[in-house]
């Protein structure tokens, strides 16, 4: 059974930072690409930033020089460092993994930016 777990979201001011993690079960996971995605409401999911088994890192433009993805494949993890947090980066961010025609989604969490 594939599970992705997601932590890390939660309320913070503008400005302010939060390190998001997902830890992967049930996949070989130094095989997967890894994403965080982010949806708002009433907003399409958007790809936030991916890491690839090589470590070639991409991000949306709007979130470039304040979020920093990293996977550690020891621990079956990814992370996503987020600073200089602002009001629109409020949604629910969820962990992806993709392999080939293999795709898993995790369950979500919140990150609500405000004062």
């Known amino acids: 059974q594939v599970q992705l777990v997601e932590s890390g979201g939660g309320l913070v001011q503008p400005g302010g930072s939060l390190r998001l993690s997902c830890t992967a079960s049930g996949i070989i996971f130094r095989l997967y690409t890894m994403g965080w995605y982010r949806q708002a409401p009433g907003k399409q999911r958007e790809l936030v930033a991916s890491?690839?088994?090589?470590?070639?890192?991409d991000y949306v433009d709007s979130v470039k020089g304040r979020f920093t993805i990293s996977r550690d494949n020891a621990k079956n993890a990814v992370f996503l460092q987020m600073n200089s947090l602002k009001p629109e980066d409020t949604a629910v961010y969820y962990c992806?993994?993709?392999?080939?025609?293999?795709?898993?989604w995790g369950q979500g969490t919140q990150v609500t930016v405000s004062s």
């Open positions: 992806n993994s993709k392999y080939k025609w293999l795709e898993y």
């Open positions: 890491i690839t088994t090589g470590d070639i890192t």
